[in-house]
């Protein structure tokens, strides 16, 4: 995974949503290439579309979204 603007990988949860999709989008355009956690599939290819990495998972379960991560935001 390439890290943007020179910093650590960011891990936002519930980025399918209203919010979390907002979140994304505003990391992008900051330069950074976040992770989007989601619990289904609902929203992802939006996520994709915007350049988010996408995992399926969730805070109990988040498999390798973490791997790397310095920053979570929830």
Do not use: C, W, Y
Not at 15 to 30: D, H, M, N, Y
Not at 42 to 60: D, H, I, M, N, P
């Amino acid at each position: 995974m390439t890290d943007g603007a020179g910093s650590g990988s960011i891990l936002v949860t519930g980025a399918s949503g209203f919010i979390g999709r907002a979140v994304i989008k505003a990391l992008i355009e900051a330069g950074h290439r976040p992770r989007a956690l989601v619990r289904n599939r609902s929203g992802v290819a939006a996520l994709r579309a915007l350049g988010a990495e996408v995992f399926r998972g969730s805070l109990a379960q988040p498999g390798d979204s973490l791997d790397g991560v310095e920053t979570v935001v929830n």
